[in-house]
């Protein structure tokens, strides 16, 4: 087994106009540097060992506030560098019609908490709900899925799903995720916690998700997408009224006339990684 990631989080509220903040950091701070773009929110930033502690907060929002530059901000990527993090999804998104489904371009197979085999091919014709989490974090993922809980037992229509990826999956096995769904209840037909090979996630959460995403490193949002697997907007699942903003697109998605559903090409057998 790994080691375990620990969770580091801050409490960031939204910006006005739907643009989040940063802890301690006004994302307009000339001190900022100018080809960085931060659209962050609260998102944890997790699997940093050794600032941890009530002693240490001040260290932490230091530490906290320079993490976020790295996690949570687009910038170039040179040679040996991590692949910078998409945009984060903030409020509804425009369909582009002449666009390919989100879905179409990272078709996956994982593992859902029942030992099951789940493909991006089992969401067509379904309005969904992603997030990213790991079982082992202890306060802001456990807060996530408390929401995703409300919104999944709120919206009883069949045709809508919520699947939530983690991003510790050498640790959150399908027995673990299982324990772990259970205490949230969770309908395992109506809410997918998924688990694989960890290129494959991050794959599914850069790309499909737009959210950034690394082992104990993730963010707080939910992603909505329709039938044909088009992202369609993101709110912040730790802000009671940014859950209630969830709920609403959702249910207007739901309501749209159903189309022929796009789910992309066929996905590489479990544990390949996404190219």
């Known amino acids: ?15 006005p106009g739907g643009s989040p903040g940063t802890p301690g950091m006004n994302t307009t701070s000339p001190s900022m540097p100018h080809d960085l773009t931060c659209d962050i929110g609260s998102d944890s930033l997790c699997g940093l060992p050794g600032i941890g502690g ?146 494959t996630i991050s794959a599914v959460g850069m790309k499909t998700f737009r959210l950034p995403v690394e082992v104990g490193v993730h963010s707080e949002r939910g992603v909505v997408f329709d039938r044909q697997g088009r992202l369609r907007g993101g709110y912040h699942l730790l802000q009671a009224d940014k859950v209630q903003q969830l709920k609403k697109l959702i249910r207007e998605v739901l309501a749209e006339p159903a189309a022929p559903a796009a789910a992309g090409p066929s996905p590489p057998a479990a544990g390949s990684p996404t190219p």
């Open 1 to 15: 087994m790994s080691q375990q990631p620990v969770c580091v989080t801050g409490v960031v509220q939204e910006a």
């Open 54 to 199: 009530r002693s240490n907060v001040v260290v932490n929002s230091v530490w906290l506030c320079l993490l976020a530059l790295l996690v949570g901000c687009g910038r170039p990527e040179g040679k040996g560098s991590r692949p910078a993090p998409p945009p984060v999804v903030a409020g509804r998104v425009e369909i582009d019609e002449d666009a390919p489904a989100n879905i179409a371009g990272t078709p996956f197979r994982l593992t859902d908490q029942a030992g099951k085999e789940f493909s991006s091919a089992d969401l067509a014709g379904k309005v969904w709900l992603g997030s990213i989490f790991f079982a082992n974090c202890p306060g802001p993922c456990f807060r996530e899925n408390q929401a995703v809980a409300e919104i999944v037992k709120e919206i009883t229509d069949p045709d809508f799903v919520a699947v939530s990826l983690t991003c510790d999956p050498a640790n959150d096995t399908p027995d673990v995720l299982w324990r772990y769904a259970e205490r949230f209840e969770a309908d395992a037909a109506r809410w997918k916690f998924l688990t694989g090979d960890m290129q």
